[in-house]
Structure formats: C-alpha cells, structure tokens
C-alpha cells in the first residue's frame, strides 16, 4: 500500500477502554498519511502490510500523543519577581501594590508584540513538544482589551505555522476584571469582552470559550453572560470553576454542556453528578494546587463514583503555575490527587481529547490521527512514577515519526 509504513515490536497503550491501559504486547500498528489503519498484536498483522516499510521498536511502550488541553502559554513577561517577593516575606497586598499579580501580566502582555508573544512562547511549546505532546490548548485572557486579546489569539494560531503541533484556541476575555473597570465588571463585559468575543469569532480565532467563576473573578450569573453568546456563535464553552471557593460555576457549566469544568477543587459531589449528566471533563490541574499552597483537593472520589472523566493539564501560566511539564503533571496527579497512573495516562491522552471535542485523537485505534508518543520504558506507570525525567524516545505527529536526539 503506498505511503503506508507499520511500527512494530512495540507495547501499546491504546486507551481505548475505560479504566485501562488497553495493553498490546508485541503490538504493531499501520499507518498511512495522517492515519490509523490498523493496530493490535504483532502476529495478527493483515498480510495486506507485509510489504510495507516496517519499524521496529524494540519493545518500547507507544501511548496516544499527550494533549495538554488546558494552558495559558501565550503572555508577555514573568512574575519571577512577585515569587521571590513572596518568598522573602511580602503579603499579596504589598506584591499586589508593587504592579504584581495578573496586573503585571496584562500590562506586559499588553506592551507586546505580535511577534513578541510568539516569541516568548515558543519555548514554552517546545519543552512541551518535547515531551510528546502533540495537541495543545492555548486560551486568551492577559489583554482584557479589544486588541491584545486578539493578539494572544492570533498569536496562539501562529503557533502551528512554527512547529508541528496542533492548536487549539480558547476566549478567555471573563478572566479577570482590567484595573480600568474596577467595581464595574458588567460594564467591561458588555463594553469590552463581549464585543471582543464576537470580533475574534468573525475572525476565526475562536475553537472554544471559557471564563473564570470566582468570587476575585466573575459570578456564574456573569458568566452566564458570555455563555449565551457563545451559544449564539455556536462555540463550545469550558469554565475555571470552584479554584478557590465554590461560586455555583460548575452547575452553570453542566447546564450548559460544557466541554470540561477546570480546576475544582471546591466541587461537591452534587457537582460531580451534574458533571456526569452532562458528560462534561473535570480538568484537574495540580501545577496550580501546587504552587499557590491549595489545600483543598479536587474531589476526586465523587468523580469516580459518578463516572465524570478526569483530565489533567499544566495550566502553565506565569502566575500560579510556570509548568511546562506534562510528564511532571502526571506525578503530581499521582501524588497531590492520589489518581492511579492509568488515570493520569488518560488524562492527558484519551480525557484530554474529551475535554477539547476531539474525537480524533488520545487513543490508539484504527480510523484515528496518527499522533503517537514511542517512550523507553517498560511499562505505562513509569510515566507517572518518574520525576524530571523525559524517557521519550521519538513523537509521531500526523503520521510522521521523528526520533528525539
């Protein structure tokens, strides 16, 4: 078959069922283009194949391609600055009153360049591609102006043009409440986020819209809001909901349908079940929990026992979660959230393509996109086990295969 190759020798994780690896051993799998044809054991290989070029991987462990399905990694600046002030004693009032926190961000994201902002992501992309990620959400929400969100957007899209990776890009204008319209967060959401929502949708910038439910942020009767007209422009929509303290957003994000429910730490089990009724992800972030000292866990009990899947994601932000580190985000799901291995493999595999509307991809199985990840280990929970260790050994993305050097 032209254009057609097969890997084999290798141990798949297909992650095709729940609660599975969905282990092959000696497994092969064909593929053609940017597509699946065939996978599972090696000596059921079709003898339509044998002709084709064939590798073989010496029995190392091939997932999906990781999807880190929830990252703020366009922005201008760092809060290196605020980190250490912190450290050495500082409240957040005295770093707030400093021009630290969100305000810092915006006002360098602002001062950006369009190239600048592609500039300064770049490498942030790359330590993750770098670790087998081959799909990448990137949102919005350090402009909370007309022109710079359009810029963070246009800048993620141009992201793709870099590198071989897919993108794709959220509205996050609900984020937070610019120093501009302080006490007045209806007037910039009318003024200003939703008005910028309808000009980055016209532009095609838009695959998703998402907002932040909190009591420093916006109500879930505000957000409700920006859901409508996403609903009008027939966006899907996702919310930080229940980060910090339970504000009623993932009732609101359930009714809606919301692809995923991100954060929440708050939840309460009549959380868990509407989440499950409405097939909405919970997108567990621990690089967040992390770094701002949360102590209350996401309940992670209550989403088992309700079926809600579990996704997990960097969040990498310059504020409350500098990860670039998929592979460290797995560990930390482990080991802050106490989720399986197996379930943090899914959660940046088979989940994560849940959480973004991709059926496409995050699971190894005929008919899908041939995004994979080859890793030099034994088996799937190495993964998770490991800390600052990147064991991949070569990425699979649209069927091309380069090995990592």
């Given at each position: 078959?032209?254009?057609?190759?097969?890997?084999?020798?290798?141990?798949?994780?297909?992650?095709?069922?729940?609660?599975?690896?969905?282990?092959?051993?000696?497994?092969?799998?064909a593929i053609q283009g940017d597509e699946i044809l065939w996978c599972g054991a090696r000596g059921a290989l079709p003898d339509t194949y044998a002709?084709?070029?064939?590798?073989?991987?010496?029995?190392?462990?091939?997932?999906?391609?990781?999807?880190?399905?929830?990252?703020?990694?366009?922005?201008?600046?760092?809060?290196?600055?605020?980190?250490?002030m912190r450290l050495e004693g500082a409240s957040y009032e005295e770093v707030a009153k400093a021009g630290g926190g969100i305000v810092s961000t915006v006002t360098a994201t602002r001062a950006a360049s369009l190239d600048a902002l592609v500039t300064g992501a770049l490498?942030?992309?790359?330590?993750?591609?770098?670790?087998?990620?081959?799909?990448?959400?990137v949102k919005s929400g350090y402009g909370l102006d007309r022109e710079t969100e359009l810029n963070m957007l246009r800048a993620a899209r141009r992201l793709?043009?870099?590198?071989?990776?897919?993108?794709?890009?959220?509205?996050?204008?609900?984020?937070?409440?610019?120093?501009?319209?302080?006490?007045?967060?209806?007037a910039y959401l009318d003024e200003v986020c939703l008005p910028t929502l309808r000009a980055a949708h016209a532009e095609g910038l838009v695959d998703a819209v998402d907002g932040?439910?909190?009591?420093?942020?916006?109500?879930?009767?505000?957000?409700?809001?920006?859901?409508?007209?996403?609903?009008?422009?027939?966006?899907?929509?996702?919310?930080?909901?229940?980060?910090?303290?339970?504000?009623?957003?993932?009732?609101?994000?359930?009714e809606r349908?919301?692809?995923?429910?991100?954060?929440?730490?708050?939840?309460t089990e009549a959380d868990a079940r509407a989440m499950a009724a409405s097939g909405s992800v919970a997108v567990l972030l621990p690089?967040?929990?992390?770094?701002?000292?949360?102590?209350?866990?996401?309940?992670?009990?209550?989403?088992?026992m309700h079926g809600v899947p579990m996704a997990l994601a960097t969040d990498c932000n310059p504020g409350s979660s500098p990860l670039t580190s998929l592979l460290l985000t797995l560990n930390m799901g482990c080991t802050l959230f106490r989720l399986t291995p197996e379930e943090a493999l899914a959660g940046v595999t088979r989940n994560a393509?849940?959480?973004?509307?991709?059926?496409?991809?995050g699971r190894i199985a005929p008919g899908l996109r041939a995004d994979l990840a080859v890793w030099d280990v034994s088996r799937p929970a190495e993964l998770a086990y490991r800390i600052g260790f990147n064991p991949l050994y070569a990425r699979v993305m649209g069927g091309k295969m380069e090995v990592r050097t």
């Open positions: 078959m032209r254009d057609t190759y097969v890997l084999s020798g290798a141990r798949l994780a297909t992650m095709e069922a729940e609660g599975s690896y969905g282990l092959v051993e000696d497994g092969a799998i002709a084709c070029p064939s590798t073989d991987l010496n029995g190392r462990l091939v997932t999906p391609g990781f999807i880190d399905c929830h990252t703020h990694i366009v922005f201008g600046g760092d809060r290196a600055g605020e980190f250490e490498p942030r992309l790359d330590a993750l591609i770098a670790e087998g990620v081959s799909t990448v959400e793709a043009e870099h590198r071989d990776v897919t993108v794709k890009t959220t509205f996050l204008g609900a984020h937070a409440v610019p120093a501009d319209y302080a006490g007045r967060a209806d932040f439910c909190e009591g420093i942020a916006f109500s879930a009767a505000q957000i409700a809001k920006v859901f409508d007209v996403a609903a009008e422009l027939g966006l899907p929509v996702k919310l930080h909901a229940e980060q910090l303290s339970h504000q009623g957003g993932t009732k609101l994000a359930a349908g919301a692809l995923s429910v991100d954060h929440v730490e708050y939840a690089g967040a929990f992390y770094t701002i000292r949360e102590t209350q866990v996401p309940p992670v009990a209550e989403f088992r393509a849940r959480a973004l509307g991709m059926q496409d991809r």
